[in-house]
Nanobody, 114 residues
Framework: VQLVESGGGLVQPGGSLRLSCAAS????????MGWYRQAPGKQREWLAA???????NYEDSVKGRFTISGDNGKNMVYLQMNSLKPDDTAVYFC?????????WGQGTQVTVSS
């Protein structure tokens, strides 16, 4: 299984970005995908998750600003990020969990700065 994130970049405070994560390889019908981020000097933190059935969950600090969505047919997961703040600056990772295994992408950098 391989995961490739894209869509990161430099954005001004208050702006928006949409991250994408493409999964390839042996993807099972029942799985869950999620988004995490890691800022310099900080631990990786969970942001949001979506199951293959479409159920979603969010970490409290991003509720109302971030939206996770998925396209099972394309093995894609997205993270729409609005009202971005400088504190959102981090490397953003997607992961996939299935059959007791966790897979990670290499991450995409998001920088929020004026």
């Amino acid at each position: 299984v391989q995961l490739v994130e894209s869509g990161g970049g430099l954005v001004q405070p208050g702006g928006s970005l949409r991250l994408s994560c493409a999964a390839s390889g042996s993807i099972f019908r029942n799985n869950a995908m999620g988004w995490y981020r890691q800022a310099p000097g900080k631990q990786r933190e969970w942001l949001a998750a979506i199951t293959s059935a479409g159920s979603t969950n969010y970490e409290d600090s991003v509720k109302g600003r971030f939206t996770i969505s998925g396209d099972n047919g394309k093995n894609m997961v997205y993270l729409q990020m609005n009202s971005l703040k400088p504190d959102d600056t981090a490397v953003y990772f997607c992961n996939l969990g299935q059959a007791g295994q966790i897979y990670w992408g290499q991450g995409t950098q998001v920088t929020v700065s004026s």
